[in-house]
């Protein structure tokens, strides 16, 4: 855990992600680690963002000229129609979890997409103005909150 902002490249090469591995990338700004995870995960990996719509997801139309990205709707990641079951090294969440939504049925839908030994990788910004101040910020799920319920999914701190 950090307390300070942190380039999407620096995390990606922090975190250890690896040539070959797949990533699910959810949030929101939408493919903001897009471009560093490509880079990282090269031949054969992929990177797939999901995005609420397919106007969200043309924010990352200029890396499609890469191989390793894919985009994907977000319903259809809820709903369990996005990918494989099973097929993700790491999952990247950016201030998704929101008490508008569903978060145990959102825990548990992405869930399935994760490989035995999975990272998921929780990122989130207060609500300090700037970053992360969107019309979402007051109805984020507290920290604390997001951690029990991605606990409570069978996933480890």
């Known amino acids: 855990m950090s307390h300070h902002l942190i380039s999407p490249a620096v995390l990606v090469h922090d975190l250890g992600i690896e040539i070959g591995d797949t990533i699910l990338e959810l949030g929101s700004p939408l493919g903001l680690f897009a471009a560093a995870a490509i880079k990282a995960v090269r031949e054969p990996g992929k990177v797939i963002v999901a995005g609420a719509s397919d106007e969200a997801l043309e924010r990352v139309s200029y890396l499609r000229r890469f191989s390793q990205l894919e985009t994907t709707l977000l319903a259809d990641v809820l709903l369990g129609r996005a990918l494989p079951r099973q ?71």
């Open 87 to 157: 097929s993700v090294d790491w999952i990247l969440l950016t201030n998704l979890l929101s008490s508008s939504m569903n978060p145990d049925h959102f825990c548990i839908s992405v869930n399935q997409y994760a490989k035995a030994g999975a990272r998921i990788v929780l990122v989130d910004w207060r609500s300090r103005g700037g970053v992360g101040a969107g019309p979402l910020a007051s109805q984020r799920v507290s920290q604390e909150k997001a951690i029990n319920l991605l606990q409570s999914c069978g996933m480890v701190f």
